[in-house]
């Protein structure tokens, strides 16, 4: 079957016959239909972040078919149509029996980090890893809730907002216009900043109220702006270099939370004084928690939590990946293996 692989640092990932995974007991065989591209595959390029063996192949948003079901595998069956959780919790640790189980101490498996991913013709998966897709939901628009869609839903549990609050999503990629959608069902007024029109466009279709160039406007000015002097009450961060830190954190209000989603090789400097006197506070949200899979989902199948995707072969993932890095991908981009 066809796959895309990574093979260490700074190498263009290569397209290449691997051999067919053998479906072992406990596991599913899955044929892909479709893989989300996310921001982590540049990471993983450009060396901030290391899988465990090379070369693994890539591709965490993924979705398809059960092609083939291992020994005393029950809940599922050939022919379903499913979403993959891509970190395979152990289920028994004291973080997995908390709920949070994104924190797990003894995972089974991390698609791209420590198991094969999604950027293949088929995939093998613990079956405890699928989740039904409803049939209202196309698997081209499923795949990226597994990744972006998901970790929205986490990051906005994290930030604990409430009805009334205003809330600057810093970063209109996949996850970012996630968060818009996810933040206006909560009751929240979105300000989201960007530096593409067409990402501003769609995080305004989307439901944010106010958009912010960072290129040609003063972010913290603009927050202060939309909210009577006030300042936010959460900004998020999916971009994590040193000059969006600085931003986020001179447009947060009093009590306002910083809440790190993105990170780059970049280091923030932050004053504790200008922290402390305000009661500000800086969190951080990795990932996301199986039961947020299944509530991105059914919000997904009702269509409160667009995807809008822009689909690519397999074969074009090098183009794809350029398209990302240079921003000129809106929305997200789905690899049809
Ligand atoms: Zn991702
Ligand atoms: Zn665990």
Redesign the pocket.
Known sequence: MRAARFYGTGRPLVVEDVERPQTTQGHVLVEVSAAGVCGTELHFLDGLLSPARTPITLGHEVAGVVAEVGDGVTEVAVGDRVAIHYFH?????R??RAGD?HL????LGFLAFTTDGGFAEQILVPASAVLPVPDALDLTAAAPLCCSGTTALHAVSVAGVTDGDTAVVYGTGGVGLALVQVLRLAGVRVVAVARSAARLDLARQLGAEVTVDPSREDVAARVREATGGAGADVVFELVGTRETGAAALASLGKRGALVYVGYSFDRVEVDPLALVVPEQRILTSVGNRRAELVEALKLGAAGLLRTTVTTAPLEDVARVLDDLRAGRVVGRAVLIP
């Open positions: 919790a152990c289920g028994r640790c973080w997995c189980d797990c101490d003894a995972p």
